[in-house]
C-alpha cells in the first residue's frame, strides 16, 4: 500500500475553452491534513471534483488509493467514493429529514445494518461533533456552523479513508471557526483519515494543516509546511498570509484607463 | 445576404436547434430513470412518500375543483337539454365529459400546477444548495434516490387524482341536476350507466391520465433537474414546467383523443 493517499500528477483541466488548471502536482500522505488554498475562484473547488470523480481531467491523472480516478467506470467510481467524504461548503444537509436521518442516510443507503445499530454509530458520529442533543432538530433550525458539524458527522458516517472539506471556514463565528479547525484535526488523528481542506483562510487552516499548495489562476504558485509557507517572501503568498490589498492580485479587475472612461483623458 | 436579415434567421435556428437538443435531453432523461427504477421496487417506502406529496396533498384542489365543473356541467347542461325536452339525458353529458375528457384534462392541468410546480421547485433548490451533488459524493445516485421515486410518485396519483375529480365531478353533477333542479334520480343514474362504456369510456380515460401524468412529471423533474442553480434560475424552471407541462397535455389530448374516439 503506497504511503500516497492522493497523488496529482501533471493534471490539467479545461471548461469548453477556459482553462481552470495547468500542471497541478499535488500529493497527500496518510493521515495528513492538507490544505490547498488560494483566492476565490483560483480553482480550488474544481480540484476537488476531479479528486471526487465529478469532473474528468483534460489532461494528467488522479490517484486515490492507487485507482486512476479519471478511469474509473460508474460502479468503480461509486464504489471509491464510499470511502470518501465531502463537506459542502454550506453543509449540502437534506432539508426534508432530521439531524439524525442525515447522519443516518449512508449507513441506510449502503449497509443492511439493522435500526439499532445504526442508532448507535449516529449517535457516536453526533457526539463526535458535539451535536447528539441535536438530532431530532431540522436543518432549517441550525446555525451555519452546527449545519456544517452535522454535515461532518454525515461525511464520516462511513468511516471513510478520505475528507474533502469545501471551505469549512467562510462564514463561521470565531468560535465556531475554533471548533470547526479543531475539529478536522482531531477526527484526522483519531479516525486514521486523510483530510484535503480547500479554503482561503489563511489562519485558522495554518494552525492545523500538515502541509499547504496555494494555486493562483490554476497553478501550484507555492507550497510547503506552515512555518514554510509563514516564512515564504514569496509576493503571493506574502499578500495572502498577510492580507494585503495590492499586490500581485491587484485590487482592480481589469479595466480600460479610469480617466479616459470619465471622459477626462482629453480635458 | 444583409447581416440584418441573417441576424434573425440565425436567432430562430438557434432557438430550434436548442429546443430539439433540450427535447432529446429530456428523453434520455426518461430513459434513466426508467432504467434505475430498479431502488423504486426494492424500497416502496420511498414512492410512497412521494405519493403523499404529489397526490395526497393534491386533494383539496382536486376534490373542490371537481365538484364545482360538475355542478357548472349539471347547470349548463340542463339549459340546453331542456330545449330537446331531454333533461334526462343529463347524467349520460355529465359522466361522459367528466370521464373521458374533463376529468384526466382539468386534474392533470391542476396537477401540473400543483405537485410539478412543486418538484421542479423542489429538486431546483437541492440542485442549488449542492443536495445533488452531495448525493453523487456519497455514492448514491441522484436519479435512483431522489427523481425515479417522484417520478412514479407522480404516474401512481395521477389516474387517482383524475378518477376522484371524474367521481367528484358527477356528484356535483348529481347535486344541481337532482337535487337542485330536480331531473328524476332514476333517469339520471340508469342513463348514465347504459351509456359509460367501461373499455371505451373510462379506460380511455385512465390511459389519458396515465399519459399525463408521465408527461408532466417528467417535464417537472427534468426542468428542476436542469434548472441552473440560482433563483432565478429554479424559478424560470418552476414557470417553465407549468407552461410547457399544459400545452403538452393539451396536445397529448388531442393526440389520444383522435386515435379513441374515432369511431364515434
Redesign the interface.
Known sequence: MSDNLVEIRDLSFAYTDRLVLQGINLTARRGQVVAIMGNSGCGKTTLMRLI?G?LKPTRGKVWVDGQSVGDLDFAGL??L??R???L???G????DMSVYDNVA??LR??TDLPEEMIRDLVLMKLNAVGLRGAQDLMPSELSGGMARRVALARAIALDPMLIMYDEPFAGLDPISLGVAGDLIRRLTDTLGLTSLVVTHDVQESLKIVDYVYFISEGVIVAQGTPQDIRASELPYVHQFVHGEEDGPVPFHHPAPDYAEELGLAHA | MPETLLAPLRRLGGRVVHSVWRLGLATRFFFLTLLYSGTCVRRPHLVVKEIFSAGVLSLIIILVSGLFVGMVLGLQGYETLQTYGSEEALGILVALSLVRELGPVVAALLFASRAGSAMTAEIGLMKATEQISALEMMAVDPIARVVAPRFWGGVISMPLLAALFSAMGIFGGYLVGVVLIGVDEGAFWSQMQAAVDFRDDILNGVIKSVVFGVVVTVIALYEGYDAPPTAEGVSRATTRTVVSSSLAILAWDFVLTSFMFRGV
Do not use: I, K
Open positions: 471526487g465529478q461509486y464504489r467514493r464510499r470518501m467524504g465531502m459542502f461548503q454550506f449540502a444537509l437534506f432539508t442516510f449512508q443507503e449502503h
